[in-house]
């Protein structure tokens, strides 16, 4: 069995059928509705494709995650040994199978044959030496000879943020590939350019998401072809569906107003202090994670964005990513905010502009304690980024809108042909099965995990 997994990030459904050109450059010409897991991000997605667990089985709640004991969140950490032990491909590879993994999250450390990852090094002085991760260490070296340009990690994120990303990791797909026998038989890449169009411009934005639409559906023909000709069968699908931004709500400013999130002064910038913080909102898109270390602060805090269903359209509780009769992964925060439908969460903690740390004027996706869109956006002064959430108008993490799924070979994901969505977590149990893991499959199945709306 030789099978290519391509990965779309914002791949959805809605567009697959408003743009044919989309549908036609899938694996089979038709696509059929995804159900992802909540939060519908993309570490989340891709640790529940690669577990087959449900967040509360794999613990990856987000795009970052908060370590109580450092009072420290970090976003796009990329160790593997932050999911627990078990792939869908571990039956695969006992039987003897090759696993490669190119552009995927937390993928350093994981044991397969063949890995690429974007893994630039941060200077002291506060610049950047670009550098790919790679197993074995010379491949980086051969396929930049190979597609004729180095990776450039500002094209895959920031202001410079482009479809050349996308078709440089495409390139470098198809140069793996093109190695015949050498190549691994189970290969999974990532596609990520639609994901900073949409978010950017908005899917209401038809001139821009079709440009977008039409730059991925190359791609995907091309792939498609060229796994076709090497061999394999090609499944794609997408983490999550892009749906349209008309408000941000600022989660931190509420519960720093209330006296719950603390802050240290430094040249009259405001630093978070977790330490002394009786709450804090871990957001990521239309998700956020309260952390409440005292459980008496539960009833203030929880109240403080109860009823507002224009905004937020749930708060719970850990039990969200909790298996039934235990308590909610450690990960996961206290608390939990669902943006209501076209809002999402901003991190900013302050509301005077001096008041801003040093990054918030930076791409810096590690050391801010949340996600941060605005990072897509050119700012002043020059070579700064945009500091207005409201320039964005396109978001995700709610579970309503269905991503999209095609493939060339019958896969036996439940439903048949009925067109009731299957969830990601089902699409990676049939991709085991597929792959000739079906004792452990059943078994990972069986494992309990979180449903979310």
């Not at 577990?51 to 908060?66: E, Q, S």
């Not at 269903?309 to 308590?327: C, L, Q, R, W, Y």
Request: proline share 9%.
């Amino acid at each position: 069995m030789r099978l290519l997994i391509i990965q779309c990030a914002a791949l959805g459904q809605e567009l697959v059928e408003r743009f044919p050109e989309l549908r036609e450059a899938l694996p089979g010409g038709l696509a059929r509705p995804l159900t992802p897991p909540f939060p519908a991000v993309t570490c989340t997605a891709q640790a529940t494709f690669r577990t087959g667990l449900d967040p509360a089985g794999h613990g990856m709640v987000a795009n970052g995650v908060y370590n109580r004991e450092l009072r420290r969140a970090a976003f796009w950490e990329q160790s593997a040994a932050q999911l627990p032990a078990g792939r869908i491909w571990d039956g695969f590879h006992a039987g003897g199978g090759r696993v490669g993994l190119i552009c995927w999250q937390q993928s350093l450390g994981e044991d397969v044959e063949l890995l690429l990852s974007p893994a630039p090094i941060h200077t002291h002085g506060g610049g950047m030496i670009q550098d790919c991760y790679s197993r074995p260490p010379e491949l980086y070296r051969e396929l930049v000879a190979e597609t004729g340009k180095k990776f450039n990690l500002m094209e895959y994120w920031g202001p410079l943020a482009s479809f050349r990303s996308t078709r440089w990791i495409a390139a470098a797909t198809r140069a793996v590939l093109a190695r015949g026998e050498s190549a691994p038989e189970l290969l999974l890449t990532y596609l990520p350019h639609l994901d900073c169009a949409l978010q950017k411009h908005g899917p209401a934005d038809e001139k821009q998401t079709r440009r977008a639409v039409l730059e991925l559906a190359g791609e995907l023909r091309s792939l498609t072809a060229a796994a076709r000709a090497a061999g394999y069968e090609t499944l794609v699908f997408g983490d999550y569906a892009i749906t349209p931004a008309t408000r941000v709500i600022f989660p931190n400013r509420e519960l720093r107003a209330a006296g719950l999130f603390q802050t240290r002064r430094i040249k009259r910038m405001a630093y978070p202090d977790l330490y002394a913080s009786r709450a804090f909102a871990m957001v990521d898109h239309q998700a956020a994670h309260l952390y409440v270390p005292d459980a008496v602060d539960l009833p203030a805090v929880k109240a403080l964005f109860a009823n507002r269903p224009d905004e937020i359209a749930e708060v719970s509780d850990a039990a969200e990513f909790a298996a039934p009769g235990t308590p909610g992964h450690r990960r996961a925060g206290e608390l939990v905010l669902t943006a209501a439908p076209g809002a999402w969460f901003a991190y900013p903690w302050w509301t005077e502009r001096g008041e801003a740390p040093d990054y918030a004027g930076h791409v810096d996706i590690h050391n801010k304690p949340g996600f941060d869109p605005c990072e897509l956006f050119w700012g002043w002064p020059p070579l700064s980024i945009g500091r207005d959430p409201g320039r964005i108008r396109g978001t995700h993490g709610r579970t309503d809108a269905p991503a999209a799924w095609a493939c060339s070979c019958p896969l036996p994901v439940p439903g048949g042909d009925d067109g009731r969505p299957v969830t990601l977590r089902e699409l990676a149990r049939a991709v085991e099965v597929l792959l000739g893991g079906g004792a452990a499959a059943s078994l990972r199945l069986s494992r309990p995990g979180s449903a979310r709306p």
